[in-house]
Nanobody
């Protein structure tokens, strides 16, 4: 089992920045992939960015050029630096981990609200 705890959400004006953090605990040795998803009201949950054990990264189109995903293996933490935020980035952001047995784990979510 893997436990994920997010922090760092909040209210920010358009053009501002936020950094989300996700601390992993439990069977962290089994994690192959860490990532961030988001879900806006009335919409499906969507990938924002993900990072592998080998630190290769993948970004969804809306995140490219504005968001940066990184990980600190010593702290078992993954980060999402979000710059130049837009009102359409408003959503609940979820940390995600996939294990080497293809189990999926989710954090409880953190709200990001971008005002215009």
């Amino acid at each position: 089992q893997v436990q994920l705890v997010e922090s760092g959400g909040g209210l920010v004006q358009a053009g501002g920045s936020l950094r989300l953090s996700c601390a992993a605990s439990g069977s962290i040795f089994s994690i192959n992939l860490l990532g961030w998803y988001r879900q806006a009201p009335g919409k499906q949950r969507e990938l924002v960015a993900e990072i592998s054990n080998g630190v290769s990264t993948k970004y969804a189109e809306p995140a490219k050029g504005r968001f940066t995903i990184s990980r600190d293996n010593a702290k078992n933490t993954v980060y999402l630096q979000m710059n130049n935020l837009k009102p359409e980035d408003t959503a609940v952001y979820y940390c995600h981990a996939k294990s080497n047995t293809y189990d999926n784990y989710w954090g409880q979510g953190t709200q990001v609200t971008v005002s215009s």
